[in-house]
């Protein structure tokens, strides 16, 4: 007879149901620090860890989609996608 594994939240430490399992980056964990401790990146759609979100109030990125994609407002610090950037010897009209 076959024992099944043991699963423990890898942050929590609490048991856990194969139902209630998640896995991200080879770790273990229960649904409820699942979705604290990781995010979805809101231009790739890829799980990122929470703690490396690069991003504010309003958008969380990951850090390929950031360099790629957006940059921060000098005047105001908002980050802003790089098709929205106004430079100062710009020569476009808006």
């Given at each position: ?23 991200f980056d ?5 649904k ?21 979100v ?27 996608h ?13």
């Open positions: 007879m076959k024992t099944k594994e043991k699963l423990i939240c890898s942050s929590c430490g609490r048991a856990l149901t194969e139902e209630n399992a998640k896995e080879g770790l273990i964990m229960c409820s620090c699942f979705n604290t401790n990781t995010i979805m990146c809101d231009c790739c759609g890829n799980r990122i860890w929470s703690k490396d690069q991003g504010d109030d309003n958008i969380s990125l990951c850090n390929r989609c950031y360099d790629n994609y957006y940059t921060n407002c000098e005047g105001c610090n908002r980050i802003i790089n098709d929205d950037a106004c430079y100062e010897n710009d020569d476009s009209e808006y």
